[in-house]
């Protein structure tokens, strides 16, 4: 069983850049024809879908956030990470890293960001 | 990109009955590349069904997906307690995927 895990800090000052990584265990982030990816909630509200990398290194990103968006993996690590630019309050939320084909069938707990100063 | 809405926003229902929850897609969902999520407070949501209609593994046989193109519905037979929660339809036929505002199924 694969299980993912993120990690980063809680508080982030608005401007700067949001960093998250996702260790993923059980499981080789090499193996299979997985997406791995980023999805954030803000507190009370629905979901958003960040963007996505494969194992090659290719990715996609949200339209409304690719000029912000870097999504990247390390497979020495068995780890991928989502660096976030130019913050705003607006990105305060608790973000996720999952497992996906397209559908999500494996969610890590989830992380909670804060931006403020 | 491709919008999701989900109706009702709110469905209160008893112990035993039955749920049908709507999500209808701005324009239509390429192979019914539709999955449907459940959602606890504080948790990860869950995923319940995949391609429309394929539950995932360890989901009862009491949730069941249709639908295709522009209209999808998740039914839950028979509500247990633990059933009731926020559940969210997402599409991945399109790039980006997105996902409905939710519908919250609570206790009447």
């Known amino acids: 069983q694969v299980q993912l895990q993120e990690s980063g800090p809680g508080l982030v000052k608005p401007s700067q850049t949001l960093s998250l990584t996702c260790t993923v265990s059980?499981?080789?982030?090499?193996?299979?024809?997985?997406?791995w990816s980023w999805i954030r909630q803000p507190a009370g509200k629905g979901l958003e879908w960040i963007g996505r990398?494969?194992?090659?290194?290719?990715?996609n990103y949200n339209p409304s956030l690719k000029s912000r968006v870097t999504i990247s993996v390390d497979t020495s690590k068995n780890q991928f990470s989502l660096k976030l630019s130019s913050v705003t309050a607006a990105d305060t939320a608790v973000y996720y890293c999952?497992?996906?084909?397209?559908?999500?069938?494996?969610w890590g707990q989830g992380t909670l960001v804060t931006v403020s100063s | 990109e491709i919008v999701l809405t989900q109706s009702p926003a709110t469905l209160s229902l008893s112990p035993g009955e039955r749920a049908t929850l709507s999500c209808g897609a701005s324009?239509?969902?390429?192979?019914?590349?539709l999955a449907w999520y459940q959602q606890k407070p504080g948790l990860a949501p869950r995923l319940l069904i995949y391609?429309?209609?394929s539950r995932a593994t360890g989901i009862p046989d009491r949730f069941s997906g249709s639908g295709s193109g522009t209209d999808f519905t998740l039914t839950i037979s028979r509500l247990e307690p633990e059933d009731f929660a926020v559940y969210y339809c997402?599409?991945?036929?399109?790039?980006?995927?997105?996902f409905g505002q939710g519908t919250k199924v609570e206790i009447k």
């Open positions: 059980g499981g080789s982030i090499s193996s299979g024809s997985y997406y």
């Open positions: 324009q239509s969902v390429s192979s019914s590349y």
């Open positions: 997402q599409q991945y036929g399109s790039s980006p995927g997105t």
């Open positions: 999952a497992r996906t084909y397209g559908y999500i069938f494996e």
């Open positions: 391609d429309a209609s």
């Open positions: 990398i494969y194992t090659s290194g290719s990715t």
